[in-house]
């Protein structure tokens, strides 16, 4: 199945390890995941600018950006829809994987046991 039809089967996931095989095929393309990387990284210095110039309102901008860069890749390159719509909470928890995967060099691994290559 490719991974823009996954995003149409009906999934009854009963833990996010489950879930994470799913997320990835979600982000196959190389250059999804690059725009969530970025919309995610926009985000978190948005965020911790926001603190010291306590500004909310930069604060609240943050996710905004980041579900835009995802969003934008999820509806351009993989045609899919995002799972945020389905699994906002796991989704929100693998985007922060995925991320963090990436920084330590081990989401090559993962994406090859999620059947990327």
Known sequence: MAPHEESLVIHDFKSFEEFWPHYLRQHADSRTRTLHFVGTTLAF???????????????AAGPLVAYAFAWAGHASIEHNRPAT?????????????????????RLGGELRRAGLA
């Open 85 to 105: 719509f389905s699994f906002p909470l796991w989704s929100l928890r693998g985007d922060i994987r995925m991320y963090r995967y990436w920084l330590d060099g």
């Open 45 to 59: 210095w948005m965020m911790v600018a926001a603190v010291p110039l306590g500004s909310l309102l930069l604060f």
